[in-house]
Structures are given as C-alpha cells and as structure tokens.
C-alpha cells in the first residue's frame, strides 16, 4: 500500500515560533493533500486541503494565515503553524486524496506539537 | 459526506470476536461505507469498505444492511493490538474523509 511519511514525528517549541510539519507520499503522486488536526481524547478534525500548484481551501473556522500550507510537488505537502500558541498543541495528521471512494485512503504516522 | 452514528465504546473480551454497529440511515445509492481504526498516538489505518455486498478481508469483516441503513464491522478473534478507536465514514466522491467520534475499542485480557 501507499506510503506516507511526516517529519518531524514530534516537536516542542516555544510560544511564538513557528514550526513546519511536512508530509511526503514516497511511492505515488498526490494532487490533493488533506490536513488534519486531533486534540486528546477527540476525533480527527479536517483543517484544510491543498492542491498541487494552487492555494490551499481552508475548512470554517480554519485561520488560513495562521496555518500556512504549500503543496509545491506531487510528492511534498507542508504545514506550517506560524506563531504558535499553546492552543495549538495537536496531533497534525496528512492524508493524500488519491484512492477515491473505491480504494483505501492512507494516512500519515501524525505529528505531535507541545507548543510550550 | 452524510452522518454517521455508532457507540461511544465497547469492550471485548481477547480471542473472542467483537461486532462494531454503525448506523447510517440517510445513505444515498453512492455512498461507499468505509472503516478505519486508529491506535493510539498513530495515524489512522484503513479497514475494509463496502458498497452493497458483505466484504471479507485479513483484518475483518463488513455486513452491510440490506438496506444499507447500517452495517457492522466484525473482528472474528480480537486480540490486544486491536484496541483502538474504530470509525465508519461514507463516502460518495473523492471529496475529503470527515470523521465522527468513532468507536473506542477496548480488549480485555
């Protein structure tokens, strides 16, 4: 099955910093990317999705400039949580849209931020 | 992508096997009924999916409803590593996967 990868698999920073999770499908190409957030003891919560050479569609609620997303390459998503705050402390999840409804969409291992 | 309802938690016992319901009464003819799990501290991992027919595969099983309304995902012996936190999803286009609560899943020993 597809591979997906995330680096880092966790990060600690400091209040203020900005941090870069990136997502990397190793054995396909992806055109759509979907990014999720979880919070302790919740579900999975869609943040946005991105598209190869155009601008990412944000979910509501979602602040776009604050959660900058680049999908540069068929291979490389990246999430970037600009001035992180201790609220954003989550569980980052990618998830390439390649299967469709008929196949088995995959998942990233996730990123774990402790925005200090 | 329509609603989905299944129980907050369940438990089994290990080695016997364990019957996850999922209702879903406003299917539409094009829905797909997907499964997912997710360990803790992990990405979540595909289970099995159906359309109308029951599916079999290594990891489960899939009995959907003749008329589709619902659908039980069915683990023949769980073990410990199935504990996990068990979601039912439909899906109808190569639109995003949204989830609902799921399913917590605790094995016992």
């Known amino acids: 099955g597809a591979v997906v990868s995330q680096h880092p698999s966790w990060v600690i920073c400091k209040s203020g910093t900005s941090v870069k999770i990136e997502c990397r499908s190793l054995d396909f190409q992806a055109t759509t990317m979907f990014w999720y957030r979880q919070f302790p003891k919740q579900s999975l919560m869609l943040m946005a999705t991105s598209n190869e050479g155009s601008k990412a569609t944000y979910e509501q609620g979602v602040e776009k400039d604050k959660f900058l997303i680049n999908h540069a390459s068929l291979t490389l998503s990246t999430l970037t949580v600009t001035s992180a705050h201790p609220e954003d402390s989550s569980f980052y999840i990618c998830?390439?849209?390649?299967?469709?409804?008929?196949?088995?969409?995959?998942f990233g291992p996730g990123t774990r931020l402790t925005v200090l | 992508d329509a609603k989905t309802t299944q129980p907050n938690s369940m438990e089994s016992n290990e080695e016997e096997p364990v019957h996850l319901p999922c209702n879903h009464s406003?299917?539409?003819?094009?829905?797909?009924i997907h499964w997912y799990r997710q360990l803790p501290s992990q990405g979540p991992e595909y289970v099995i999916h159906?359309?109308?027919s029951n599916v079999n595969n290594r990891m489960a099983s899939l009995a959907i409803a003749e008329d589709r309304k619902s659908s039980t995902l069915i683990l023949h012996r769980a073990t410990l590593r199935d504990a996990a936190v068990y979601y039912c999803i439909l899906r109808s286009s190569y639109d995003k996967v949204i989830f609902g609560p799921g399913t917590s899943l605790s094995v016992i020993p």
């Open positions: 406003t299917i539409s003819g094009t829905d797909y």
């Open positions: 998830s390439p849209g390649l299967a469709g409804v008929k196949g088995e969409q995959f």
């Open positions: 159906g359309l109308t």
